[in-house]
């Protein structure tokens, strides 16, 4: 198929024409109007697919050669750009969304998700949370979204709480939450896992979520003379609520929730205030089965979410230097059942 020159010059002109007049803009809505103008530089790419493989190529030259000094229109950014038009089609979700994000961001959610259910939920989230590209980093690499945004979830939030608190309870709510910074090894208890909760404060409100503010670990309450003490206590400032985390080392057990009922009872009584919504509970457990825990929260009358949690697994290089390898277990194996042979 011939190629009519003329016709590539023109898309050329139309893309210099597009990149100077995105430069008369103003600083305020610089973002903006480049998130935009990368939208709309994918779409021509895509719209001429004729000009075959070398066409990225040609315009990276080509917009070189005519804004020496401008940025971001290499041979692997114009691809980027096809990516993002071809991904984000729908122009009011550009505007309202990728627009609002820097460019950074975007091209990362669009190397890092594989729907565009899960790239509009992290790109709202970042809106709505001011994550930076690193908090981004983690919370994609610790898979929240398919955490908090699909996960399964057994809680009574919805029933037990008003419109709209009930609703960004059960979003705040993840499954399972991991706590990558708190080692796996035999024999841990929960006292230890707390205490290491704590020590990484600013990673367990991380992962947490919005908004988590924390009042204490081992929080003292008094119930008629007599003292109990709480794992966790927190207050959440986008629920406006008093947030109580109770921590098991094992399965979900149904007495585990009557507990943390008692709890949240002695904190409404006890700390919150006439403006303050109710105080909501955070059962986690090693494991825990959905329809026991729905059994378990059906006749509570305070809002209870049950979820697991996970630890690291991670072992350190030198401690997996002194390991034996799979190679050398097998080895052993095989000389001792030899020796029992003989």
């Not at 040609?58 to 940025?71: C, E, G, S, T, Y």
């Not at 939920?121 to 809106?127: C, E, G, V």
């Not at 009574?156 to 705040?172: F, G, R, V, W």
């Amino acid at each position: 198929m011939l190629i009519n020159n003329d016709s590539y010059f023109q898309i050329l002109e139309d893309i210099k024409t597009r990149i100077r007049s995105a430069q008369y803009k103003a600083v305020l809505g610089a973002n903006y109007e480049q998130i935009m103008l990368y939208w709309n530089i994918g779409k021509l790419i895509i719209e001429n697919t004729q000009y075959g493989k070398s066409f990225i190529e040609n315009l990276a030259r080509d917009i070189k050669a005519d804004f020496p000094n401008a940025k971001g229109y290499s041979i692997r950014n114009l691809r980027y750009m096809r990516k993002f038009a071809s991904f984000v089609t729908d122009e009011e979700k550009v505007q309202t969304l990728s627009a609002v994000l820097t460019w950074s961001h975007n091209t990362y959610l669009l190397d890092k998700t594989k729907t565009l259910d899960e790239y509009l939920w992290y790109a709202s989230q970042i809106i709505e949370n001011g994550w930076s590209l690193s908090s981004l980093e983690y919370f994609v690499n610790t898979k929240t979204y398919q955490r908090q945004a699909i996960a399964v979830k057994a809680e009574n939030y919805k029933s037990q709480l008003p419109q709209p608190q009930s609703d960004l309870a059960i979003e705040t709510l993840k499954s399972p939450y991991v706590f990558d910074f708190v080692e796996q090894r035999d024999g841990i208890i929960e006292f230890e896992i707390e205490q290491e909760l704590v020590a990484n404060i600013a990673k367990t409100i991380m992962e947490l979520g919005t908004g988590f503010a924390f009042c204490g670990n081992q929080y003292r309450i008094e119930v008629s003379g007599k003292e109990y003490y709480i794992d966790l206590l927190f207050y959440n400032t986008k629920l406006r609520c008093y947030v109580v985390i109770e921590l098991k080392n094992t399965a979900f057990k149904p007495e585990y929730a009557g507990k943390l009922n008692f709890y949240l009872s002695a904190i409404d009584d006890t700390l919150r205030y006439e403006s303050d919504n109710p105080t909501i509970g955070i059962l986690l457990c090693k494991t825990r089965d959905k329809l026991t825990a729905e059994y378990a929260l059906k006749d509570i009358n305070k809002p209870i979410g049950v979820s697991e949690y996970k630890l690291s697994d991670y072992v350190p290089q030198e401690l997996l230097d002194t390991l034996p390898s799979a190679e050398d277990i097998e080895k052993r194996i095989k000389l001792k059942y030899e020796i029992d042979e003989e």
